[in-house]
């Protein structure tokens, strides 16, 4: 072959992989001609772009919490809401499918669930809305809400709506240790119609109470406000609750137990209603002293010395009473003011024969109503105050029960983490 020919191959072979290159690859429209021509060309991306532009809506709906939020809200944490656009359309089930109720807003601006949530469960919302011009935009998000692991929950008393005694705190017990107890009790408030400064304490990790300096006023009302949703508690641990709560204080009644005189008084208003005569703790069982708190009311209840350390030595209790009549919880230790059918009537006013406990004269059944047990137990309200005196025995611990009224202002303001 002459060199020639061998040159005119090798060129022919080179166009060859040349058009095979072009053919191959992307076009960029870097050459003039073919601009020109992409320019008129409808499908071009940059027509595609502007018309897809010209069909969008222009409505941007938000839903929050965030899509795969994994320890969101039971209570105000979820909502839907449109600018630019009005909603159409928002459903919300659990991950099983059951629908969840919920309103869109007057004006179709947003939208909330009806209800709290439940904790620990995975939540789909889909929402749809429109703009002006009737183009549609649509959303969709799925999260969890926190788990029990995660969140806390305060137990509390009183109840919502009760009328109680002027020696009533506000008690709640945390099912999670706080250690973040500033940040907890900021957000509790407890506020009463009768302007007494009210202040909180802390006995230990998971109780805290309030209390004015002096008990209630008489008559006026109480507010407690729980703002602890999303409040951090302790690590990775967070409040779920949202509530207000009210209660009415009602007559000031305080009644004194002297174990000496074997008497108790009972005031109203600062006036002496009543003198009942007790039995109080015998001297080998004494009564704790101070100001108790009534926290519980039963007609009738079983009492089993075992329960409070009072055994026989075949392990049984010294005493078991099972239709304990009109009696009324002091401490949880199981000191009660309580009726006594056992007893000779002549024990009451003239000698203390309780396990600790004081005892009033009363019928077995709780059926009379005349009794000296009966009517104090008709006349008491939960948060009532009875203060024992004269017993020898210790002052009972201001957390056993509701008796924070044993510690002075000043001790109590102590305890408080704000």
């Known amino acids: 072959m002459t060199i020639g020919k061998r040159r005119r191959r090798l060129v022919a072979a080179s166009a060859l992989l040349g058009g095979v290159l072009v053919l191959s690859a992307c076009s960029g429209g870097g050459g003039d001609k073919a601009g020109a021509s992409d320019g008129g060309d409808p499908t071009s991306q940059a027509k595609v772009d502007e018309a897809a532009a010209k069909k969008t809506s222009e409505a941007q709906i938000k839903i929050t919490p965030k899509d795969g939020s994994n320890n969101a809200s ?10 630019k656009g009005s909603l159409t359309s928002v459903t919300m089930k659990t ?13 179709k601006k947003s939208w909330k669930p009806l209800n ?32 029990p692991a995660n969140s806390f929950i305060g137990n509390f008393t009183p109840e919502d709506g009760s009328t109680v005694g002027v020696g009533m705190p506000v008690s709640i017990n945390f099912d999670k240790a706080i250690t973040d107890k500033a940040a907890v009790q900021k957000g509790i408030t407890v506020s009463s119609s009768s302007g007494q400064e009210v202040v909180g304490h802390w006995f230990n990790a998971n109780r805290l109470d309030f209390r004015p300096e002096k008990y209630w006023t008489g008559g006026s009302t109480v507010t407690l406000k729980l703002n602890l949703d999303g409040v951090q508690g302790a690590s990775g641990v ?22 000496r005189t074997k008497t108790m008084q009972v005031t109203q208003d600062g006036k002496v209603v009543k003198t009942i005569p007790v039995s109080a703790g015998a001297p080998d069982h004494t009564t704790y002293q101070g100001q108790m708190v009534i ?10 010395g075992s329960t409070v350390g009072f055994t026989n030595d075949d392990g049984k209790g010294e005493y078991d009473i099972k239709d304990v009549p009109h009696a009324m919880r002091l401490s949880n230790s199981g000191t009660f003011i309580h009726g006594n059918y056992w007893g000779a009537k002549s024990i009451f006013g003239s000698v203390n024969t309780s396990h600790g406990c004081v005892g009033l004269s009363d019928t077995k059944g709780a059926g009379d109503p005349n009794t000296p047990a009966a009517w104090f137990f008709t006349h008491s309200l939960i948060g009532d105050v009875v203060v024992v005196k004269n017993t020898g025995d210790k002052t009972i611990a201001p957390d056993n029960g509701l008796n924070g009224w044993n510690l002075d202002w000043a001790a109590w303001k102590a305890g408080s983490a704000v």
Do not use: C, W
Not at 95 to 107: E, F, L, P, R, Y
Not at 135 to 141: G, V
Not at 295 to 303: D, L, N, Q, V
């Open 238 to 259: 967070y409040g779920v609750q949202q509530k207000t709560v009210t209660f009415k204080i009602g007559r000031n009644q305080v009644s004194v137990v002297d174990a």
């Open 295 to 304: 926290s519980e009311k039963f007609k009738e209840t079983r009492m089993d």
């Open 116 to 147: 709290r949530l439940e904790r620990a469960t995975t939540y789909k919302i889909a929402a749809e809305a429109a703009d002006s011009d009737g183009r549609t935009a649509h959303e969709n998000a799925s999260f969890t809400t926190v788990s």
């Open 95 to 107: 991950a099983s499918g059951t629908a969840v109720a919920g309103q869109i807003s007057a004006d």
């Open 74 to 83: 039971i209570n105000n944490g979820t909502a839907v809401t449109v600018s």
